[in-house]
């Protein structure tokens, strides 16, 4: 075969890699948008993250659709799904599990906790203690949990979708830091339109939608798509950009600490997806600027006289954005 012959076939394959992406995430998100009416962009966001292979933490007030949010994701690629309800009194155990002397076979048995699925909707993870929270930390970063002194695998996808409420209301414990980082996006829902309530109004009347919901990808599809998200180029000068922006969260005069290496890496991955759900084999600094605040504003933290004056780490992110210069086009 002569070296035209193989770039051709290159392109085609990238071609068709990008196309597995572009059709897993249509497909996932017209699916979910019959649930979930009305916010598109943030389906949209939803699905790119678990393009990314990354987790998502929803931060709103109750009854926004957050539970529905992820039930329809798990239907829509046919995926084991799992609900924790956070509460105050709720101890690492059962979160990740416990072994149990078995009085039979006198050997201890590991009763798996609800983190071993593959979606796992952790609903209003600020209600419950630190030491709780941070039983989620060695599942969202190494995809395997340990229970006395044995370490069990995640399957295959992943996916942890985490809610809290606003931080102002009672009875809940901040997130540390730690594992507010571990977190690729944060995203809210917000209140629906009138007219987008009015329709939740009447597809509900006699039951819920979600009962006929169906699968519509594969867990191999998913899998497909998501390997095609990392061949998706970078050039350096975009590289660049997402460094600087990260540098500059770090020495704005309002942050007391920026985002960590953590975020540019966060920013990277999901300015990849953005590209390839656009069908775009190259990353432009749309993508990043799009998505720098969802990747970022987490992982700031204001100072204490800044959040007097009311300055929100949004608002710091947006800031850095409209003052970072925009890589120019390189010539060839």
């Known amino acids: 075969m002569v070296a035209g012959a193989r770039g051709v076939d290159a392109?085609?394959?990238?071609?068709?890699?990008?196309?597995?992406?572009?059709?897993?995430?249509?497909?996932?998100?017209?699916?979910?948008?019959?649930?979930?009416?009305?916010k598109r962009n943030e389906i949209s966001l939803t699905v790119l993250g678990l393009l990314s292979q990354g987790h998502i933490l929803i931060e709103d007030i109750p009854g926004?659709?957050?539970?529905?949010?992820?039930?329809?994701?798990?239907?829509?690629?046919?995926?084991?799904f799992s609900r924790l309800q956070f509460t105050p009194d709720m101890l690492p155990s059962d979160v990740t599990?416990?072994?149990?002397?078995?009085?039979?076979?006198?050997?201890?048995?590991?009763?798996?906790?609800?983190?071993?699925?593959?979606?796992?909707?952790a609903d209003e993870i600020n209600r419950a203690t630190p030491k709780t929270q941070a039983a989620l930390l060695e599942a969202m970063e190494e995809r395997q949990i340990t229970v006395d002194g044995v370490s069990w695998q995640m399957e295959e996808p992943f996916l942890i979708l985490a809610t809290q409420n606003p931080i102002e209301y009672e009875g809940t414990f901040p997130l540390p830091e730690a594992q507010v980082d571990r977190f690729l996006i944060r995203i809210r829902l917000g209140y629906p339109a009138p007219n987008e309530?009015?329709?939740?109004?009447?597809?509900?009347?006699?039951?819920?939608?979600?009962?006929?919901?169906?699968?519509?990808?594969?867990?191999?599809?998913?899998?497909?798509?998501?390997?095609?998200?990392r061949e998706v180029y970078v050039a350096e000068e975009?590289?660049?950009?997402?460094?600087?922006?990260?540098?500059?969260?770090?020495?704005?005069?309002?942050?007391?600490?920026?985002?960590?290496?953590r975020g540019s890496l966060a920013l990277f991955?999901?300015?990849?997806?953005?590209?390839?759900?656009?069908?775009?084999?190259?990353?432009?600094?749309?993508?990043?600027k799009a998505l720098a605040e969802v990747t970022l504003a987490h992982r700031i933290i204001v100072g204490p006289s800044s959040r007097i004056r009311?300055?929100?780490?949004?608002?710091?992110?947006?800031?850095?954005?409209?003052?970072?210069?925009?890589?120019?086009?390189?010539?060839?």
């Open 11 to 38: 392109q085609e394959i990238q071609g068709a890699q990008r196309n597995v992406v572009q059709y897993v995430a249509q497909q996932i998100a017209r699916n979910v948008s019959q649930i979930i009416i009305g």
């Open 64 to 80: 926004v659709g957050k539970t529905m949010l992820a039930r329809a994701l798990a239907c829509s690629i046919g995926c084991s």
């Open 97 to 121: 599990g416990v072994s149990i002397f078995n009085q039979k076979t006198r050997e201890f048995e590991f009763r798996p906790g609800p983190v071993m699925a593959q979606i796992v909707l």
């Open 197 to 229: 309530e009015f329709a939740v109004l009447g597809a509900q009347q006699y039951r819920h939608p979600i009962e006929n919901m169906s699968q519509v990808v594969t867990v191999e599809e998913l899998g497909a798509a998501q390997r095609a998200v």
């Open 238 to 261: 975009i590289r660049h950009y997402i460094i600087e922006l990260v540098n500059a969260s770090r020495q704005h005069p309002d942050v007391y600490l920026g985002s960590s290496p």
């Open 269 to 288: 991955r999901c300015a990849q997806a953005r590209a390839a759900m656009a069908d775009r084999e190259f990353v432009i600094p749309d993508d990043v």
């Open 310 to 332: 009311d300055v929100s780490s949004r608002r710091i992110v947006q800031e850095i954005v409209n003052n970072t210069p925009v890589p120019g086009a390189s010539v060839q």
